[in-house]
């Protein structure tokens, strides 16, 4: 029974941490899913969007006007990916392998050389800290996220329901088609993997602020927590969501339902050395699931 | 008016597996031409066709369309004036979008794509009466994901898709290959109707000889990276299969 105890008291702190991690997500979804490509970017965007964020509060900037910036940041580290994709004829993962591993440097340089860059939520006006997370008043980051991520929903909704959205989309579906359709397909993708970064450096910036600090560490494995929750969001509610907007609902949902059994296990006792192990196995299982259901020819 | 002067292409030059799949090609289609287009495989058709639609850039020459030059344009800007169909009734069309959305995407072809909300009812409407000119019953399924559709449906669907903008010129490669006889049929007889309807220039490949005859105005033949018969009007309607086969063997 200490166990559930346990577990119930940290079902907010789970909570809250998928819905930021969520954020991150609907970017994995939109290279993914949407462009049809893996985008290992994200590793390093998360970061950048945390460091930027942090970095810019610390030397008093407002925390909307950072939140702003480290999106800014991410949607350069997007384009970056994207040219040396589509301009330089460098396969996609590679591109984001080149781009997350520069970014480290980056990234520590931003932070002033240093590693790990804290900030004092009594000092500074956070948007989102753990400290308030069983708080029943306004200062509680769990609706600030739901909020953060209906906006998201609605406008990624609207923006792939225009004429230039279905054209990323149909880049993605099918290139060969979209060409012949006259679609600059190129500039679709670079434009997609720059909103995917975007919103996965808006995720950093508020999951630093949530957690105190930013690190040059914090991305790491990321991208396997994106697909993990795009992954058991698909699984489980492919079924009944067909809606785009309830899709990426699902998305959100699954990296929510993966931080709770991360939770869960590590009340039960696993060693959290063990974490990215047990992430990686998620993914792997999620992933074969539908192949051995025989179901997905492309997951 | 379509002109190629002089187009060359090797794929792998400079390797041992160098191949000329076009070699100093010249023709010439005047508008309105309906060409069919035959010659055994590897001939260069297909090579022709991607030439002009800018699948790859070409080593030397002219591509030339009603005096634009396309000889250096990027493939997504020459589809502004081209429509076209691929052997693979799964290249066409965007298989996880609806019927309506890939018409939507045929219809801003060579226009700048904003933030405009995508399918206006006075768009949808127009849909619903091009599908109901296919006969396919697609006109109530305008919200079904393309690639639930059959092949010859798909076909079908990117022939409306391919000449929605009236191309200057229709570029059909094999399309009905890998349809069964009477799909392949219906899709011909309705490539036929789309064609006539807008007045459209076309080539046409098939590896089918009656099908080469029966159909068009002028019918070319490839032969390793040229053009070695070029018969039109009058002399085309007077062409037999079995002149066609004797060609092919001489
Ligand atoms: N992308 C490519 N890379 C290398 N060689 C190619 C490529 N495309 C075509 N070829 C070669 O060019 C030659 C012409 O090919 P092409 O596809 O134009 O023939 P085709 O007349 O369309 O034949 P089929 O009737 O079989 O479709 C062939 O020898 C082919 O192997
Ligand atoms: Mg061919």
New binding site residues.
Partial sequence: MNYLSVFLSSLPGACAQGLAWGIMALGVYITFRILNTSDLTVDGSLATGGAVCIALMTSGVNVYVAILAAMLSGILAGLITGLLHTKCGIPAILAGILTQLSLYSINLRIMGNRANLPISVDKYKLLVSQRYVRALNLTNPIPVFVVIIAVIITVLYWFFGTELGSGIRATGNNVRMAKAQGINTDRNKVLGFCMANGLVALAGALIAQYQGASDVNMGRGAIVIGLAAVIIGEVLFSKIFSNFSLKMLAVVIGAVIYYIVLQLVLTLGLNTNDLKLFSALIVAIFLAIPYFKGGRKDA | MLRLVDVCKTFNAGTVNAKVALDHLNLTLEDGDFVTVIGS?GAG???ALNAIAGTFMVDKGQILLNDKDLTKMPEFKRATYLGRVF?DPMMGTAPDMQIEENLALAARRGKRRGLRWYISPEEREKYHELLKSLDLGLEDRMTTKVGLLSGGQRQALTLLMAAIKKPDLLLL??HTAALDPKTAAKVLEISDKIVADNHLTTMM?THNMKDALAHGNRLIMFHEGKIVIDVRGEDKKKLSAADLLEYFEG
């Fill in positions: 495989n058709k297909s090579t052997q490669d094999e490949v």
